[in-house]
């Protein structure tokens, strides 16, 4: 159910500069999908862990081609074989920061700052959609991507160009805090030559009030914002009813949230409380 609401086979479709990138292939996308699978299996079911481990969790599980993509050591028999690590606490923290997602969420040979920025905004905190560019943009858009600029620089741009940043402020930010991540998901202090500064404002984005020196950061307040739980509980319901068309901002979900109890939250709960909500019972459409 979580693995579809956050499109994480996306990876398997996702292509990479061969040049650039020799050691990405089917193998490597079908590790990097096992490996948020188990993930998401470990903290949910297995461990019954409160749904923010999802985020903060500094367990993954690895086999040979992770291991050296995170550069940790592999201690498996065999170079198939998926081993449970811990990744250092500076560079990763849970779902949002695995191989597989900063792969599916990049292009060809750089990475997406714009596809990036809306996954956390859309899938991870159900914050309201922002709408498509309009139609006579495509091609400014298209000679902006061609253009011979890092995606920070991309950003900015649009960060001072109408009306492309009305909308751009509301998720490039999210986007630039996971600029440390490469292509495929490759940890990284710099991008040709110049360091990374993933540093970013969040203030007024959902219920962000601050700013975040990186995705780990970034990632541990999503962890403990009412946006995230709710985000997972829509998503739990849209599964169970098939209706896509409903938001966290929904008057049945928004009791749900409401009538659970304080602290932290289990997947199991939620899916107790989605079960009890009443929104089964409700026509779909």
């Given at each position: 159910?979580?693995?579809?609401?956050?499109?994480?086979?996306?990876?398997?479709?996702?292509?990479?500069?061969?040049t650039a990138f020799p050691q990405f292939?089917?193998?490597?996308?079908?590790?990097?999908?096992?490996?948020?699978?188990?993930?998401?299996?470990?903290?949910?079911?297995?461990?019954?862990?409160?749904?923010?481990?999802?985020?903060?969790?500094?367990?993954?599980?690895?086999?040979?081609?992770?291991?050296?993509?995170?550069?940790?050591?592999?201690?498996?028999?065999?170079?198939?074989?998926?081993?449970?690590?811990?990744?250092?606490?500076?560079?990763?923290?849970?779902?949002?920061t695995q191989a597989s997602l900063m792969?599916?969420?990049?292009?060809?040979?750089?990475?997406?700052?714009?596809?990036?920025?809306?996954?956390?905004?859309?899938?991870?905190?159900?914050?309201?959609?922002?709408?498509?560019?309009?139609?006579?943009?495509?091609?400014?858009?298209?000679?902006?991507?061609?253009?011979?600029?890092?995606?920070?620089?991309r950003a900015e741009y649009r960060g001072?160009?109408?009306?492309?940043?009305?909308?751009?402020?509301?998720?490039?930010?999210?986007?630039?805090?996971?600029?440390?991540?490469?292509?495929?998901?490759?940890?990284?202090?710099?991008?040709?030559?110049?360091?990374?500064?993933?540093?970013?404002?969040?203030?007024?984005?959902?219920?962000?009030?601050?700013?975040?020196?990186?995705?780990?950061?970034?990632?541990?307040?999503?962890?403990?914002?009412?946006?995230?739980?709710?985000?997972?509980?829509?998503?739990?319901?849209?599964?169970?009813?098939?209706?896509?068309?409903?938001?966290?901002?929904?008057?049945?979900?928004?009791?749900?949230?409401?009538?659970?109890?304080?602290?932290?939250?289990?997947?199991?709960?939620?899916?107790?409380?989605?079960?009890?909500?009443?929104?089964?019972?409700?026509?779909?459409?």
């Amino acid at each position: 159910t979580m693995l579809a609401a956050w499109r994480v086979s996306n990876v398997f479709g996702s292509s990479k500069d061969p040049t650039a990138f020799p050691q990405f292939n089917p193998q490597l996308t079908a590790s990097m999908y096992r490996e948020t699978q188990l993930f998401v299996d470990d903290v949910l079911w297995q461990r019954g862990a409160p749904i923010s481990e999802l985020l903060t969790s500094r367990d993954t599980f690895v086999d040979q081609s992770l291991a050296t993509l995170y550069g940790v050591p592999y201690t498996g028999t065999a170079a198939g074989e998926f081993v449970k690590v811990s990744l250092p606490a500076e560079q990763r923290s849970g779902l949002l920061t695995q191989a597989s997602l900063m792969s599916a969420l990049s292009r060809t040979d750089q990475t997406s700052v714009v596809a990036r920025g809306l996954f956390v905004r859309g899938a991870l905190l159900c914050l309201p959609k922002i709408p498509a560019p309009p139609a006579n943009l495509a091609g400014a858009i298209e000679a902006q991507l061609k253009a011979d600029m890092t995606e920070k620089e991309r950003a900015e741009y649009r960060g001072k160009t109408d009306p492309c940043s009305g909308c751009h402020r509301n998720f490039d930010p999210f986007g630039l805090l996971l600029e440390a991540y490469d292509p495929i998901g490759r940890y990284r202090t710099e991008i040709k030559g110049v360091a990374v500064d993933s540093s970013m404002d969040l203030n007024g984005l959902g219920s962000f009030k601050d700013t975040y020196s990186g995705a780990t950061q970034m990632a541990e307040a999503a962890a403990s914002s009412p946006e995230f739980s709710a985000c997972i509980a829509r998503n739990l319901a849209t599964y169970a009813t098939s209706d896509d068309s409903l938001t966290t901002g929904a008057c049945q979900l928004q009791k749900l949230t409401a009538e659970l109890p304080p602290g932290e939250h289990s997947f199991g709960q939620l899916v107790t409380a989605v079960a009890k909500s009443g929104l089964l019972s409700l026509p779909i459409g």
